[in-house]
């Protein structure tokens, strides 16, 4: 479990009244990216901000819409970018009893953010390090390109002024929707891929409740674990 329960503990935790602008937003991603690891909850793309800080996990999207919320009230502007991308990314991420179950493309979301005149795209914060590093690992030894929720380029640091990718590379892009705003009404949009024989993973993972999402969270550490 994440130490801060809300947005507004975090803020007062990380953000010094002194730190410039750029100071604020590699210390609001860093913090996300260490006390939040990849990994899902019962709410999954419908994870309310205060939720996925409290309970620690969230995979791309809760983890982008907490980054948006962060920085927004640090007073940043930024938005929340969705694409299509292949779901090979999450190929050994996840239970083989759950894989099966994904669609074969996937909506992903990445943070538009304005630094200091100057905007930056990034998921940097979506994979913590163990998980990046061991991911890594892994591909290398077994020649992948994909999968274990990184790629073999990925990198989850952030200077603040340029582009970071944990997960999303242009050359993945199925398709590009853009900034979205009103979340509840894109999820249910045909363009939003996260659908199983007509229901809606939203609304699957809540019928599975914490319990039954858990052991996807206990795969995920064994995968940092090794």
């Given at each position: 479990?994440?130490?801060?329960?809300?947005?507004?503990?975090?803020?007062?935790?990380?953000?010094?009244?002194?730190?410039?602008?750029?100071?604020?937003?590699?210390?609001?991603?860093?913090?996300?990216?260490?006390?939040?690891?990849?990994?899902?909850?019962?709410?999954?793309?419908?994870?309310?901000?205060?939720?996925?800080?409290?309970?620690?996990?969230?995979?791309?999207?809760?983890?982008?819409h907490l980054m948006v919320a962060?920085?927004?009230?640090?007073?940043?502007?930024?938005?929340?970018?969705?694409?299509?991308?292949?779901?090979?990314?999450?190929?050994?991420?996840?239970?083989?009893?759950?894989?099966?179950?994904?669609?074969?493309?996937?909506?992903?979301?990445?943070?538009?953010?304005?630094?200091?005149?100057?905007?930056?795209?990034?998921?940097?914060?979506?994979?913590?390090?163990?998980?990046?590093?061991?991911?890594?690992?892994?591909?290398?030894?077994?020649?992948?390109?994909?999968?274990?929720?990184?790629?073999?380029?990925?990198?989850?640091?952030?200077?603040?002024?340029?582009?970071?990718?944990?997960?999303?590379?242009?050359?993945?892009?199925?398709?590009?929707?853009?900034?979205?705003?009103?979340?509840?009404?894109?999820?249910?949009?045909?363009?939003?891929?996260?659908?199983?024989?007509?229901?809606?993973?939203?609304?699957?993972?809540?019928?599975?409740?914490?319990?039954?999402?858990?052991?996807?969270?206990?795969?995920?550490?064994?995968?940092?674990?090794?």
């Amino acid at each position: 479990m994440s130490n801060a329960q809300t947005v507004k503990e975090v803020m007062k935790q990380v953000i010094t009244e002194t730190a410039t602008q750029r100071e604020k937003a590699i210390a609001l991603h860093d913090y996300v990216r260490d006390n939040v690891k990849f990994g899902f909850n019962k709410y999954f793309d419908a994870t309310p901000p205060d939720y996925t800080l409290s309970c620690g996990h969230g995979h791309c999207n809760p983890k982008s819409h907490l980054m948006v919320a962060l920085f927004r009230a640090a007073g940043l502007e930024c938005f929340q970018h969705f694409v299509v991308i292949p779901k090979d990314i999450l190929k050994d991420a996840i239970p083989p009893s759950r894989y099966w179950m994904i669609p074969k493309e996937l909506s992903h979301s990445y943070v538009e953010v304005k630094v200091n005149g100057k905007w930056c795209s990034i998921d940097s914060f979506i994979v913590d390090t163990p998980l990046l590093k061991s991911g890594q690992a892994r591909l290398a030894k077994e020649g992948r390109g994909l999968g274990y929720g990184v790629r073999p380029d990925s990198i989850n640091t952030w200077d603040g002024q340029s582009d970071a990718f944990s997960q999303f590379d242009q050359n993945m892009m199925i398709e590009d929707h853009g900034r979205v705003d009103d979340l509840d009404a894109y999820y249910h949009d045909k363009k939003y891929r996260h659908v199983v024989l007509g229901m809606p993973f939203n609304t699957m993972f809540q019928f599975m409740g914490e319990v039954g999402v858990a052991p996807m969270n206990v795969y995920i550490d064994k995968i940092r674990q090794s």
